[in-house]
């Protein structure tokens, strides 16, 4: 922490004596006059030592700084962080080129690297000249930006060819979705009626009368059996008339 914070004030006092250098030296002889000379090699030595200091930190030391309460250091580290790893060591440093539009002086420059070069933008604010914000980009050549393309067409064909492969895999299950709903239909159908059985006719029962005269027919054939002293075999009663009460006393 001790180390971190020697670090931290060193890079705060570079970046407040280059402002105090800039402001000293910043003399417009009027409003459409090139830039001072004098200010654009402050600006140059300003942005070297930025450079320098980010140059310098380690990965622990950008997280730390990354949380301080400054704005500029904030935008600063936040840049070399995203493309130190393209860029490697810090080596020099081009010219600087100052533009001055209202409040704001951008000043840009190439600074070379071990593996690559990157264009680097410093804005100022121009009432105070303090450093508001610190961009880097990086510089790629051509062969550089073709691979690049070609990764990027390639990981973008990728991609739609998962997502082509994703839906055909979709739309084949459509089929086996739109067989489970039929059997569901099939299964929820209202159960079709049973035919009524037939109404078998009842028995035909004997009347009562029918049931008296088989009686009597085998009371007379037996009273005629015993009678004639003979088998009620021997012959059959085929029928019984009634007669009155009247003529059976006259006979």
Partial sequence: MKRLSKKLLAFLLVVISVMALSACSSTKESADSDVDPAMQESIKAQVENILNTL???????????KDVDDSFTVSAVTAYEAVKDELGTYTSIGDVEIEEDGDMITATTTAAFEQATATVTLNIDAATYAMQSLSMDVN???AQTLQRAGLNTLMGVGIVFVVLVFLSFIISLFRFIGAAADKSMVSHEAPKPIPPAPVQAPA???TPEETDDTELVAVIAAAIAASENMSTDSFVVRSIRKVNKTKWRNA
């Fill in 55 to 65: 140059n310098g930190l380690s990965d622990e030391d950008i997280v730390n700084y």
């Fill in 140 to 142: 790629y050549t051509l």
């Fill in 204 to 206: 035909a029962q004997s």
